[in-house]
């Protein structure tokens, strides 16, 4: 989802995953180092939250503008 969104970015973006061991059910969006989004802290999941999704994609462009 991000990747389509920001596909006209590419080459200025990078999507590094990162592998908690075992089950952890954490997903995290980290931003220059910020973190930006935490299903953890009750951001949910970003597929079916919009406001979530937005916010890191905003949070993306805004870091490429700087």
């Known amino acids: 989802m991000l990747r389509e969104k920001l596909a ?3 080459g200025s973006v990078e999507f590094i995953p990162k592998k908690d ?3 952890t059910g954490n ?3 980290t931003v220059d180092g910020a973190v930006v989004h935490s299903k953890q802290k009750g951001d949910g999941f970003l597929h ?3 406001a979530s999704f937005d916010k890191v994609a905003s949070a993306i462009l805004k870091a490429l503008d700087a």
């Open 48 to 50: 079916s939250n919009p």
């Open 8 to 10: 006209d970015k590419q």
């Open 27 to 29: 997903f995290e969006v």
């Open 21 to 23: 061991a075992g089950v």
